[in-house]
């Protein structure tokens, strides 16, 4: 579906867009739930987990331990950059320094018993098994995967669920968007194999060392 013709399709049908048609899937009431349970229903489409399973799915290096990193990825932070993830996979608003590294504080005087900055499988379960949860500072579910996993889980399947979809019922401003990405990808992949593919990539020469070439008059 990464063709021209589609995204010409869905940019033609995004005048009767506006999410027409009903949701596939009934959203779950979250509403008073704590943000771990919320973060496993919402992203995961877990209903029911146990402490270690959380933990497994989270321990993104499987160190067998959950460190400053892991914690902001979970909450769908990046560690470094700080960009705070959407439910489409792109990066949106950019969380503070000092309030990232406060969440991270707060998590580890809830879980780390021992004061050495990484949680174990053996503190986060004792933890949870105490009756302790993961806080909810606000900024949303926890959006730590990809653009593609994050616009299946949180649109697609919603909206387009379906046994019988068709391709023009792809014409939601998020499947426009989605798609659009896509295009834009394989069009940057095709220009990168096609410069590969040369000898001598001319932009990359200094301008004082290129063959000046007479202009046409």
């Not at 902001?72 to 960009?83: A, F, N, Q, S, V």
């Not at 798609?179 to 940057?188: G, I, N, V, W």
């Amino acid at each position: 579906m990464r063709t021209a013709t589609l995204l010409s399709t869905l940019t033609s049908a995004a005048v009767v867009l506006a999410h027409g048609s009903a949701p596939h899937r009934d959203e779950p009431n979250l509403e008073h739930l704590d943000w771990g349970t919320k973060h496993m229903i919402a992203e995961h489409h877990f209903e029911m987990f146990d402490p270690e399973s959380f933990f497994i799915m989270h321990d993104f290096d499987q160190s067998h331990t959950w460190t400053h990193d892991e914690i902001l990825r979970t909450y769908g932070i990046h560690p470094y950059k700080g960009y705070l993830y959407d439910d489409t996979g792109h990066e949106g608003n950019v969380i503070p320094y000092e309030t990232r590294e406060d969440i991270v504080k707060q998590i580890m005087e809830l879980m780390d018993l021992d004061h050495d900055s990484a949680i174990t499988m053996e503190e986060f379960k004792h933890a949870w098994e105490s009756g302790k949860r993961l806080p909810d500072f606000g900024y949303g579910t926890g959006h730590h995967g990809d653009d593609e996993y994050e616009y299946e889980i949180h649109h697609y399947e919603k909206f387009h669920g379906g046994d019988n979809v068709k391709e023009e019922d792809l014409n939601h401003p998020e499947d426009i968007a989605h798609f659009k990405k896509h295009e834009q990808d394989d069009e940057e992949e095709r220009k990168w194999e096609q410069e590969a593919n040369l000898k001598v990539i001319e932009k990359n020469i200094p301008v004082k060392f290129r063959i000046q070439r007479p202009k046409a008059h």
